[in-house]
């Protein structure tokens, strides 16, 4: 069935690292994938999306690169904080399905 | 943070009862998606609601139903609970783009944490 994975569960870094957290998709007809950010007790936020027509999108301290031929997408977030301390989850959507088809998430750990 | 609210935020109900979930929708978005998150998992999609009609539906059985109202708020109803159904119910909203087939960025509110005892 559809799925989308992440290849490591928990990541640690150290404050003012880079982060790279990484993604497998394997539904090839997603056309629209999004990276949320969740921390203890909260919902789901939007970081950044990146639609099948583009390779990079880039946003504040964020960038989301994503490589259709091995159906994989990545979050690379610069100069780490603390507060970037959560669970991110990739998420893809198919269009006409309306649904978003989310991994299990990976713990990023930012050590001070 | 959004302008998706869930309520309540918190609930406990025993196997068999009857829960009611509510949701309302950030301005400007016409489309509420439900799902639901068990401890250590990611967000499963239950359905979605669009002019207060389904539009999509997850891998739920038919004890999950919804409401979606003219101001486009929405209600989760979840029928003769189960201790499975324990989770965190998470409300999306997004604005519908005809002619496309799928929606613009979902964005979600706090959840409600529903226990099942």
């Known amino acids: 069935g559809e799925s989308v994975g992440l290849h490591l569960p928990t990541l640690s870094v150290q404050e003012g690292d880079n982060s790279i957290i990484n993604c497998a998709y394997s539904?090839?007809?997603?056309?629209?994938f999004i990276w949320y950010k969740q921390e203890s007790g909260k919902g789901p936020q939007f970081i950044i999306d990146?639609?099948?027509?583009?390779d990079k999108r880039q946003g504040q301290r964020v960038t989301v690169l994503l490589n259709k031929t091995v159906k994989h997408l990545s979050l690379q977030i610069a100069a780490t904080q603390p507060g970037d301390s959560a669970v991110y989850f990739c998420?893809?959507?198919?269009?006409?399905?309306?649904?978003?088809?989310f991994g299990t998430g990976t713990l990023l750990a930012v050590q001070p | 943070e959004t302008g998706v609210t869930q309520s309540p935020t918190h609930l406990i109900k025993t196997r068999g009862q009857q829960v009611t979930l509510r949701c309302s929708s950030q301005s400007g978005h016409n489309t509420v998606s439900w799902y639901q998150q068990a401890l250590g998992q990611g967000p499963q999609f239950i359905f979605q609601?669009?002019?207060?009609?389904?539009?999509g539906r997850g891998n739920f059985p038919p004890r999950f139903s919804g409401l979606q109202f003219p101001n486009y708020s929405s209600e989760l109803n979840v029928n003769a609970l189960e201790l499975d159904d324990s989770a965190l119910y998470l409300c999306?909203?997004?604005?519908?783009?005809?002619?496309?087939?799928?929606?613009?960025?979902?964005?979600f509110g706090p959840g409600t944490r529903l226990t099942v005892l």
């Open positions: 998420a893809e959507n198919g269009g006409a399905t309306n649904k978003l088809i």
């Open positions: 990146i639609r099948s027509n583009m």
């Open positions: 999306a909203s997004s604005f519908y783009v005809s002619g496309t087939g799928g929606t613009d960025t979902q964005y």
């Open positions: 609601y669009y002019r207060e009609e389904e539009n």
């Open positions: 539904n090839s007809a997603s056309d629209y």
